[in-house]
């Protein structure tokens, strides 16, 4: 069993940064995959950004992609997500989720573990 807690959403302007983070429980921290995904009110929960065990691979949304970087830190058993020049369409509450597999995949239906989120709300 993996339990993730995610951290580091909050209120930011247009144009601003934040840095999530996502702390994961068990020792087989460092072979799982790990995504980040994100629901808008009334929208379908969407992938945002994944990564794998040793950080080689990497995938983002379109609509992230060049404003978002994920990375993770195997030590730490956490994950990040930096999320700069922020967008009010960013605005969503982001979930954390690991898959008990090595491959990295960006559908939601992949992962076995999730977090309860965190809210991200950026102002216009």
């Known amino acids: 069993q993996v339990q993730l807690v995610e951290s580091g959403g909050g209120l930011v302007q247009a144009g601003g940064s934040l840095r999530l983070s996502c702390v994961a429980s068990?020792?087989?921290?460092?072979?799982?995959?790990m995504g980040w995904f994100r629901q808008a009110p009334g929208k379908e929960r969407e992938f945002v950004a994944a990564?794998?065990?040793?950080?080689?691979?990497?995938y983002y949304a379109d609509s992230v992609k060049g404003r978002f970087t994920i990375s993770r830190d195997n030590a730490k058993n956490t994950v990040y997500l930096q999320m700069n020049s922020l967008k009010p369409e960013d605005t969503a509450i982001y979930y954390c989720?690991?898959?008990?597999?090595?491959?990295?995949?960006?559908?939601?239906?992949?992962?076995?573990?999730w977090g309860q989120g965190t809210q991200v709300t950026v102002s216009s």
């Open positions: 989720a690991s898959r008990r597999d090595i491959l990295v995949k960006t559908t939601s239906a992949n992962y076995d573990y």
């Open positions: 068990g020792r087989t921290f460092s072979y799982y995959a």
């Open positions: 990564i794998g065990y040793s950080s080689g691979t990497r």
